[in-house]
């Protein structure tokens, strides 16, 4: 039988904790499935080279059947090269008591050399996929950055906090996580995210028809999932690896899926869907056709308090880009 070409897939940060938990998967098949192969370009900074060794020798001891090539480069020209996905998974990650909006001066330069590097050696039809944060505004600033890449194939992360929040709805609700669907986080990969209750449905039924308790859904789910990740640096003192290199699998399959029914978070840039903000990556109801094409799902009912959050987070999307986008001497 004949086999596919090999889809290259670069991976930043790829010695780092995310990329340690997602490379084996990525490997083994689970991010493009069990006859794809897969070629990986690990690009890390020169401190982490010996380390990424490391790392590209445990690749070999998977044998792993569908990986063809290991790149291990921290030279971006070469790691970009003819890659059909980038995975931004490298970035100075927060400590306990930063947000992550405290990242941006520090990550923002990063991201414009990772898109000056892609728009110049990536595959036209490169997908990028910003996991490293801030990360809505590391996407929009490598976007900017990649000139002849379309806007569309830039994504941001939000899968993470739809994973949290629809684990913390089937637990109080007593259920399998997959009877939690249609739940779409919206706005900024940060605290003010708005993972949004009224509109998700358990088993079938509106969320808010089987946990009734609004109170608790107002201030002790949304609050939950929003500083979740601050809640995983506080326990584990580092920040979350597995639960995050997961959701990067689960986002690349759902851009590379047809979905079925409902929709998935996912940060795009924003021409104004649903009153946001046109030109910010702001996470947003996504589903993707059968030939491949993603669109943000029409006709989602908000009302004023699900309003009122998802402004408050592009408000503040807004004011992360003017922050950058001035320390970076970028244009909107
Ligand atoms: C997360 O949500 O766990 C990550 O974005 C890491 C962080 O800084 O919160």
Not at 187 to 211: C, E, L, W
Not at 263 to 268: E, R
Request: hydrophobic share 40%.
């Amino acid at each position: 039988m004949k086999k596919n070409p090999p889809i290259r897939v670069a991976v930043t940060g790829a010695a780092g904790n995310i990329g340690y938990a997602l490379l084996f998967r990525i490997a083994s098949g689970q991010m493009f499935g069990p006859d794809q192969p897969v070629a990986l370009n690990l690009i890390e900074i020169e401190p982490g080279m010996d380390a990424l060794k490391g790392v590209a020798m445990e690749l070999d001891d998977c044998a792993f059947p569908l990986l063809t090539e290991v790149v291990q480069t921290s030279d971006l020209s070469e790691g970009f090269k003819d890659v059909d996905w980038a995975l931004l998974v490298g970035s100075v990650p927060r400590k306990q008591g930063m947000e992550r909006a405290d990242l941006l001066g520090i990550n923002g330069k990063v991201f414009v050399g990772q898109g000056k590097a892609i728009n110049d050696h990536a595959k036209k039809s490169v997908r990028v996929v910003v996991v490293g944060n801030p990360c809505n505004t590391n996407c929009l600033i490598a976007m900017k950055s990649a000139p002849d890449i379309p806007d569309e194939q830039f994504f941001a992360m939000t899968r993470l906090d739809e994973n949290r929040a629809k684990t913390q709805l089937a637990q109080k609700a007593g259920v399998p996580v997959q009877e939690v669907t249609e739940l779409c986080v919206w706005g900024n990969h940060s605290p003010t995210m708005f993972p949004d209750f009224y509109n998700t449905k358990i088993s079938r039924q509106k969320a808010t028809d089987v946990i009734t308790d609004e109170d608790w859904l107002k201030n002790t789910f949304v609050p939950t999932v929003g500083k979740r990740g601050a809640a995983i640096i506080a326990a584990r003192g580092a920040s979350s690896a597995a639960s995050a290199a997961n959701a990067v699998v689960d986002t690349v399959c759902d851009l590379n899926t047809p979905t079925r029914g409902g929709f998935h978070s996912v940060c795009v840039l924003s021409k104004g869907e649903y009153d946001t903000p046109a030109g910010i990556i702001t996470s947003l109801p996504i589903k993707v056709d059968a030939v491949g094409n993603w669109r943000v799902v029409e006709g989602i009912q908000l009302n004023d308090y699900a309003k009122a959050q998802i402004k408050a987070s592009n408000d503040e999307l807004l004011e992360e880009r003017k922050v950058a986008f001035g320390q970076l001497g970028l244009s909107v």
